[in-house]
């Protein structure tokens, strides 16, 4: 009986890869799941319409000043309302000001305002929810009532009586929406939180003797991630509507600063003379980009959900 010929490749045992190498340490898994993620993204083609308009409107807001050069400072009553033209595209309102270069100035409010106040509340609310579910007992029960405690007060009457005793600013309008809009994510996260310490690798902390902040911050927030990253568009979408809704009260930053729901209720006292470009470009405006974030949060929600993840 002759040896066998160690030089001729053994046929019978399996191939391993690189991937399935390196598949042990979950690196593969992660990408694969990544890519996933963004492939059911951008399968949706509304998300990627709402992207494509919220990409537009922060270069239209951001980039147009820089090339659309108009004086948003200085009144011009000679050139009030005047119909939209070659020089004026969208015209000028009541007191003279070019109506896209208002149009730009008060995006970059609207948009700067909607965004951090809506990071600003997932932040605070995930951080209360994650911890409130993860101490449950007594703490929890504080803790909630507390957040019943602020919802049972009508937040319209909460922002005109903040509004009312301090001089709008847009850093008084970010603290004062946020105030109101963390409720919402502290009580998803926290049913997430409930759900989440009792898996094995949260109570595996506890029994090696980590503290409770390391298993709220390495843990239960980072796997509520998908609730808080949907929820956060969400919130976005809210605390624009409710910068317009404020400025539409008259509670919005005083002139000459500007944002779309000043500008729409300005515009609403021209409406039976029919300046058309007061009232639809900002109001337009509005819906386009509140929708647009809509549109992504629920592609996000999507995105994240496990079932769809792997399918």
């Known amino acids: 009986m002759s040896a066998p010929d160690m030089s001729k490749p053994d046929l ?3 191939d391993m890869s690189a991937s399935d190498m390196s598949a042990r340490d979950g690196t593969p898994r992660t990408r694969s799941l990544f890519a996933q993620t963004v492939s059911t993204f951008l399968e949706n083609r509304l ?3 709402g992207l494509a308009v919220v990409a537009l409107f922060i270069l ?3 980039v147009g000043p820089l090339i659309y050069h108009t004086d948003q400072v200085h009144i011009d009553l000679e050139s009030a309302t005047l119909h939209p033209s070659a020089s004026h595209p969208l015209g ?3 007191v003279g000001y070019d109506q896209v270069g208002r149009l730009m100035v008060g995006g970059q409010t609207s948009l700067e305002v909607g965004v ?4 600003l509340a997932t932040f605070f609310g995930t951080l209360w929810g994650a911890v409130a579910g993860y101490a449950g007992g007594f703490v929890d029960g504080v803790m909630m009532r507390i957040v019943d405690a602020m919802l049972a007060v009508p937040a319209l009457f909460l922002l005109l009586f903040l509004a009312s005793i301090a001089r709008p600013t847009v850093g008084l309008l970010i603290l004062v929406i946020a105030l109101i809009s963390w409720l ?3 009580r998803l996260v926290r049913g997430q939180a409930l759900t989440l310490r009792t898996r094995d690798y949260v109570r595996s902390v506890r029994l090696m003797g980590g503290s409770p902040m390391r298993a709220v911050l390495r843990h239960i927030a980072p796997n509520a991630i998908g609730t808080v990253v949907v929820n956060a568009t969400f919130q976005v979408a809210d605390a624009i509507l409710t910068v317009a809704a404020l400025s539409f009260l008259g509670l919005g930053i005083p002139p000459p600063a500007a944002n779309w729901g000043d500008m729409l209720f300005n515009g609403i006292n021209y409406t039976y003379d029919g ?3 007061l009232i639809y470009p900002p109001g337009l405006a509005i819906v386009l980009v509140v929708v647009a974030f809509n549109l992504i949060g629920d592609a996000l929600r999507d995105s994240f959900e496990v ?3 792997r399918r």
């Open 47 to 49: 998300a990627v319409v």
């Open 184 to 186: 919402g994510p502290a």
């Open 116 to 119: 951090a106040a809506g990071l």
């Open 92 to 94: 000028t309102n009541e």
């Open 275 to 277: 300046y058309w470009w």
């Open 12 to 14: 019978s045992a399996p």
């Open 60 to 62: 239209f807001c951001y």
């Open 307 to 309: 079932r769809l993840q």
